[in-house]
């Protein structure tokens, strides 16, 4: 298949009409599937009332057919359509963080494609705040699923080339607007009982949902293995380089340990390091996640690093750790499952 590049300003004026826009929406309208940027990730979009449309979305990323799929919508009507109720929290939610990188869990389902939900009898809706994913969404005049537009276990991707890297050949098209804000999928939030819940910790974070809603509790699947998450894509291992990760917990002396022993049993070792340690390292490639003294950074540019690991050649990958507040519960998450909860302890 042909795969279509259409390159768009990141400013555009999502009330305005632009021709690549038209052209890539008219796509989506044809029930084909089309990437493009959002504040978080890009997405692969298609027609979320299309049962065809969204095969294509699971077929493109060989992605588990039990792994549900976000619903995103450009206004307040389109999510009415969907549901079946909006409990009061949701509604103050949508309030406080939309458009913006919060996905809310809500009973209904019933209106979009089988295949969008898994067979569940809720439905994950979010209002993303990029000005091309919402002049698309408008142009479209359609709730588009749209999971992040990596091949599955891939790290998400943060740039249209990471699109490219993955999908070129198995989609109609890729809408390049720049590099994603965040850099992190969105925090994904269960509205569908008495306490709202977090499935996924991502952009949003739990004090800043706290503010607004009182209490969250947090998926107790995120942090024990034994149990059965209620977001099902969290259980699939993700976001892994090839070369296999382990996160060292301990200092930086001890890490160079770690390095130089397997080093010196033949093996090409990768360290993520960030800014402020890169230089106090030994190994065969180094690469900085962003300043530890600014987390927004290491979010911005995990995904990247992890795929820069994949164009090295190096055997194993050993990885700093970072706190667990505020966003670093985001990025510790997606670290620990790039490392399949490979853990050393000094
Ligand atoms: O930032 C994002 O959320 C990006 C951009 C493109 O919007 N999308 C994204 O989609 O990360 P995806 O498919 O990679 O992750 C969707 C997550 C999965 O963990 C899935 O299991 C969960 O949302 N999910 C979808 N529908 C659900 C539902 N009804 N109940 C619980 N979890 C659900
Ligand atoms: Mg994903």
Not at 136 to 152: E, F, W
């Amino acid at each position: 298949m042909h795969t279509n590049v259409w390159y768009v300003d990141e400013n555009v004026d999502s009330e305005k009409s632009y021709p690549q826009i038209v052209e890539a929406a008219e796509c989506l309208k044809q029930n084909e599937v089309v990437a493009f940027p959002t504040e978080t990730v890009y997405g692969l979009g298609g027609n979320a009332l299309s049962e065809e449309a969204v095969a294509k979305i699971f077929q493109a990323k060989g992605r588990p057919a039990d792994n549900p799929l976000i619903v995103h919508v450009a206004s307040r009507p389109h999510v009415e359509k969907l549901v079946t109720s909006i409990p009061k929290q949701a509604d103050d939610l949508m309030n406080a963080f939309w458009p913006g990188p919060l996905t809310i869990v809500l009973p209904g389902g019933q209106s979009v494609a089988r295949n969008v939900t898994a067979g569940l009898d809720t439905v994950a809706i979010r209002m993303p705040n990029h000005p091309v994913a919402l002049a698309i969404l408008k142009a479209a005049n359609l709730p588009l699923a749209a999971p992040s537009a990596n091949l599955s276990g891939k790290p998400s991707p943060t740039s249209a080339d990471h699109v490219i890297h993955d999908l070129s050949g198995r989609i109609a098209g890729i809408v390049d607007g720049g590099s994603t804000g965040v850099g992190l999928e969105s925090t994904v939030v269960d509205c569908s009982g008495d306490v709202v819940t977090i499935l996924r910790p991502g952009g949003v974070t739990k004090e800043q949902l706290e503010e607004v809603v009182g209490e969250v509790k947090v998926d107790p699947a995120l942090s024990d293995d034994g149990q059965k998450p209620k977001s099902p894509g969290v259980k699939y291992k993700h976001y892994a380089p090839t070369a296999p990760v382990t996160l060292v917990d301990g200092s930086e002396k001890h890490l160079q340990t770690i390095v130089d022993k397997r080093r010196a049993e033949g093996l090409k070792i990768g360290i993520l390091a960030t800014e402020e340690s890169k230089s106090l390292y030994q190994a065969d490639i180094i690469i900085p996640c962003g300043s530890r003294d600014d987390l927004i950074s290491v979010a911005n540019r995990l995904y990247d690093v992890l795929r820069q690991f994949d164009e090295s050649d190096v055997d194993e990958i050993y990885s700093e750790i970072f706190t667990h507040e505020g966003v670093g519960a985001a990025v510790m998450n997606r670290l620990s499952k790039a490392a399949n909860n490979r853990v050393i302890k000094e």
